[in-house]
T-cell receptor, first 112, second 113 residues
Framework: GESVGLHLPTLSVQEGDNSIINCAYSNSASDYFIWYKQESGKGPQFIIDIRSNMDKRQGQRVTVLLNKTVKHLSLQIAATQPGDSAVYFCAENSSGTYKYIFGTGTRLKVLA | DTEVTQTPKHLVMGMTNKKSLKCEQHMGHRAMYWYKQKAKKPPELMFVYSYEKLSINESVPSRFSPECPNSSLLNLHLHALQPEDSALYLC????????????FGPGTRLLVL
């Protein structure tokens, strides 16, 4: 289930289940979006990206969905594994700008 | 190779010290970034360099001074920091700077006493 703590929402899923992590982005002019995974003590690691002319993109075990109407982004992880435990951030960028705005993040806990 | 390296990994400094953080990439990227990240928070943009010129300064206090000596290197000079500046400092790079993947380094964990 999902819970919202003082600082970081947490999603707990059973190993082998699918995970869905959501992100509400802020700028309707944003046209490029990235999902990052950040493990404890490490820098953010690129997972997958999507441009605004697409509504779905698939990678290895991951799918990103973009709904521009409601400014919503989601990351789906298939067959979640213990190694997927981390904090996941979405980031948005607008064409012609260097600024990337990060979402608040979601901690994913994979239960054995 | 999509590696961004940062040194040192950890740094402890007093409020009167002067220190520098270093970042290096050899991917031919022309945009480089400094972010600050507090615990359980997302990275916050501090500075952006594009083609070795400062493009964005997000109203960062002058006790943080960035420098881009060449297209592969990015430094962050620290002077007279405050305890609240303790954080993880992340460097990132991207090909040109907009609508592109940013690649992050492992960060420098800074503690100001």
């Amino acid at each position: 289930g999902e819970s919202v703590g003082l600082h970081l929402p947490t999603l707990s899923v059973q190993e082998g289940d699918n995970s869905i992590i959501n992100c509400a982005y802020s700028n309707s002019a944003s046209d490029y979006f990235i999902w990052y995974k950040q493990e404890s003590g490490k820098g953010p690691q690129f997972i997958i990206d999507i441009r605004s002319n697409m509504d779905k993109r698939q990678g290895q075990r991951v799918t990103v969905l973009l709904n521009k109407t409601v400014k919503h982004l989601s990351l789906q992880i298939a067959a979640t594994q213990p190694g997927d435990s981390a904090v996941y951030f979405c980031a948005e960028n607008s064409s012609g700008t260097y600024k990337y705005i990060f979402g608040t993040g979601t901690r994913l806990k994979v239960l054995a | 190779d999509t590696e961004v390296t940062q040194t040192p990994k950890h740094l402890v400094m007093g409020m009167t010290n002067k220190k520098s953080l270093k970042c290096e990439q050899h991917m031919g990227h022309r945009a480089m970034y400094w972010y600050k990240q507090k615990a359980k928070k997302p990275p916050e943009l501090m500075f952006v360099y594009s083609y070795e010129k400062l493009s964005i300064n997000e109203s960062v206090p002058s006790r943080f001074s960035p420098e881009c000596p060449n297209s592969s290197l990015l430094n962050l000079h620290l002077h007279a920091l405050q305890p609240e500046d303790s954080a993880l400092y992340l460097c990132a790079s991207s090909q040109e700077g907009t609508e592109e993947t940013q690649y992050f380094g492992p960060g420098t964990r800074l503690l100001v006493l």
